[in-house]
Every structure is written in C-alpha cells, then in structure tokens.
C-alpha cells in the first residue's frame, strides 16, 4: 500500500500521486480519484462515525470483561 502524509480531500483540484509523484490525481466521483498519469486509483471513506462506533465498542466490551472476570 502506497502511503502518502497528506490526506487527499476532496476540495483540491488535483493531488500529488503517492505512486508516480505527479501532481495528476483527479477527483472523478465524490470520495474516488484517479491518477490521469499512472492510473493509480484510491477511494476515501468518511470512516470517522465508524471509528467512533468502533471505540465505543471496545470500550463497551472491555468494560463487560472487566465486570464478568471481577464476579
């Protein structure tokens, strides 16, 4: 997996290819550019409610373990 220390957001016009370095990344869908030099693809996902479900989660679960292991 490429890595690339700045996050793509869809307010910018093109970005910087992690893979080729040119600055051709282009937004084609809401969430979803495309290298017009490379044709390197990458998709983003608005993951932040997820995370937040995910911590409540292991919160919650850690919580009930903590309960059950002190019966």
Excluded: Y
Excluded at 2 to 10: G, K, V, W
Excluded at 20 to 48: P, T, Y
């Amino acid at each position: 997996m490429f890595n690339d220390p700045r996050p793509l957001t869809p307010s910018d016009p093109f970005h910087i290819c992690p893979r080729c370095g040119k600055q051709a990344m282009k937004e084609v869908e809401q969430n979803h550019f495309h290298c017009i030099w490379c044709g390197f693809d990458r998709r983003i996902n608005d993951l932040s409610d997820n995370n937040l479900i995910t911590a409540l989660a292991i919160v919650i679960a850690t919580c009930l373990i903590v309960v059950l292991l002190s019966l």
